[in-house]
């Protein structure tokens, strides 16, 4: 189900909520537990039953990993451990290295959760790759059924992955319901796309929390803000995107469909190119941003505090500082289980560090999807991090602020070829179409709609970079309304809700680009 969309926005949304609040606190869980497998059943019925198995899994093992972990420690008698029908608590590799048990579930829970993620996301990619290298050896290929992705399977497996890790390093303590574990996991404002929120910063929340109506007014403004950016902005950009580049997902067309796509970017002259790429720049950050508004302000309207996702990364300076505002819990997630177990800065030499930085990269780049195009784009972002720890920081320094938002900019644009068009050989062929120099008379009244929307697009992209911009953003987003403050904001979000709906209406909905990741 798509947040977007009539069902959701006519009959999910407004059921969902007349439901809970109407229902005492004490059972609003159940309730939103509920909704959010109904949630996630109605886009993926196929995959429902794997969530509930992996969730119900994980929960069990986390709490046996700290029986375990404790006992080690001496902090339970044995009496008292109710696993001891188990295996005893240290167990022996076939090597004779002894190891404690707690870590051992600790592996296996994360091996659930990233042998899920690995399978359905990376299972057609590995055996596609597999049978090349079987021709190219004389082989006979293997043969297999190609394996469907389930929606959001990057997002619930990467929660789970942060609940037992920070659980098994003393972060937090292991929930005691296996119904709120499930609720945290599968909670569908964030369930699809993000943003990826660890265990720790709402555990308050899940047990007491508290829906002002303040609460309930921001969040469905927030929520509309998100739904504008999406319907009329990013839906509106990204139809004249795929008209040039063809649909987002290349798996599932066929080889004369590529074929048919790959003339049309080797017909375009550079003043289409250089108009699609920043389109689908522009496209990807309001589709992607305006997801995130909504869950934040779904999750406000029911008392969660969900934390932020992006932090206007086009006016940054640097690519470093770009990858600190785009998709935040994404890069904390990559710096806390990644980058710092890697070893981070603290390593004995300056190689080893930017090694670690660049592969942080490639793996983030690999995690976007499952093709070589995004191990490219992730591999180009970690050479770009490692620049600006170099040299690259020092020069935009050097050329002043606007100066250097624009070069950064740029970088972002050209590397998002690699990022929306998911073939190698078709990626290239549009590089060389944007540096080949055939430039045509731009007419603003071949498509107004598209060129005004870009402009609108442009200007919000870069409104903060002025200390009034911030203000008003700040006003917002983050500031308590007065009365007249609110009655003014509710009308002009109801509104918007209403136009939005009309606009859905006449062109219908499109899913969110991250959805497939």
Request: net charge positive; with cysteine; aromatic share 20%.
């Amino acid at each position: 189900m798509v947040f977007s969309s009539n069902v959701f926005l006519l009959y999910f949304m407004p059921i969902f909520f007349a439901v809970y609040f109407l229902t005492p606190r004490k059972i609003r869980n159940y309730v939103l537990l509920f909704a959010s497998l109904l949630f996630y059943a109605y886009g993926a019925p196929e995959f429902i039953i794997h969530l509930i198995l992996s969730t119900i899994a994980n929960f069990y093992l986390v709490r046996w990993m700290m029986k375990a972990k404790e006992k080690e420690n001496g902090k339970l008698r044995t009496e008292n451990f109710p696993f001891s029908v188990l295996p005893p608590i240290r167990s022996v590799s076939p090597s004779g290295f002894r190891f404690p048990l707690s870590k051992l579930l600790c592996g296996l829970s994360i091996a659930i959760s990233i042998g899920l993620l690995f399978y359905f996301k990376y299972g057609n990619f590995t055996m596609q790759n597999l049978n090349t290298i079987l021709g190219w050896a004389g082989f006979k290929s293997l043969s297999w059924t190609k394996i469907l992705l389930p929606i959001g399977i990057s997002f619930f497996s990467f929660q789970s992955v942060t609940y037992t890790l920070d659980t098994y390093r003393g972060v937090n303590k292991p929930m005691e319901r296996l119904s709120d574990y499930m609720l945290y996991i599968v909670m569908f404002p964030q369930l699809i796309a993000g943003p990826i929120v660890r265990y720790c910063d709402i555990a308050d929340q899940i047990r007491n929390r508290e829906s002002l109506y303040t609460d309930r007014l921001h969040g469905f403004y927030r929520f509309v803000l998100g739904l504008c950016k999406k319907v009329l902005i990013a839906d509106v950009i990204g139809f004249q995107v795929d008209q040039v580049l063809g649909p987002s997902n290349y798996d599932v067309l066929t080889s004369a469909q590529l074929a048919d796509i790959a003339n049309k970017i080797a017909a375009i002259d550079s003043t289409t190119a250089w108009i699609t790429i920043l389109a689908f720049t522009f496209q990807i950050y309001f589709d992607f941003a305006g997801y995130s508004d909504m869950a934040i302000g779904l999750g406000r309207m029911m008392g969660f505090r969900f934390p932020e996702n992006f932090d206007n990364p086009y006016v940054s300076t640097t690519i470093s500082e770009f990858w600190r505002r785009w998709h935040q819990t994404f890069c904390v997630f990559i710096t806390n289980y990644l980058y710092f177990p890697l070893g981070g800065s603290r390593v004995k030499t300056e190689a080893r560090k930017y090694f670690n930085l660049w592969f942080c990269f490639l793996v983030s780049g690999l995690w976007h999807g499952a093709a070589w195009n995004f191990v490219v784009y992730g591999a180009l972002q970690g050479i770009f991090i490692c620049a600006d720890k170099l040299f690259l920081k020092k020069f935009n320094e050097r050329m002043g602020r606007i100066p250097s938002v624009f070069f950064t900019f740029c970088l972002i644009v050209l590397t998002r070829c690699f990022f929306r068009i998911e073939r190698i050989d078709l990626s290239w062929l549009f590089i060389k179409r944007l540096f080949a120099f055939d430039f045509v008379p731009f007419h603003f009244g071949e498509n107004p709609h598209l060129y005004v929307t870009m402009l609108i697009a442009a200007f919000f992209s870069f409104f903060t970079l002025s200390k009034f911009g911030l203000k008003v953003q700040d006003k917002v987003y983050f500031t308590e309304y007065n009365k007249r403050q609110h009655i003014l904001a509710f009308v002009v979000s109801l509104c918007a809700f209403v136009f939005c709906l009309g606009a859905l209406n006449a062109t219908g909905f499109s899913p969110f680009i991250y959805f497939r990741f």
